[in-house]
């Protein structure tokens, strides 16, 4: 069985929030701008509490910024 991958939005609402930088992001949300890279190239999955913090600083749901697709057989 494969398990879906977990996607993100991230780079669109940085660059719909004013271009926000990475850094920016990071700091907003207590983590290092790699972190933040590594979320938004889908190579780390972020805790709960990261998540959330992060649409929060976007003000949207948790499922507008995290969505899980199917990996293709």
């Known amino acids: 069985m494969r398990w879906p991958t977990l996607q ?3 780079r ?3 660059f719909d929030h004013n271009e926000m930088t990475q850094q920016e992001l990071a700091d907003h949300v207590g983590v290092s701008r790699q972190t933040i890279v590594a979320i938004e190239a889908a ?5 709960l509490e ?3 913090k992060i649409a929060w600083v976007f003000k949207k749901p948790l499922e507008e910024v995290f969505q899980y697709q199917s990996q293709k057989k």
Do not use: T, W
């Not at 190579?43 to 805790?47: A, G, M």
């Open 12 to 14: 669109r609402l940085r």
């Open 8 to 10: 993100n939005q991230i």
């Open 50 to 52: 990261l998540a959330f």
């Open 43 to 47: 190579k780390y999955s972020p805790s």
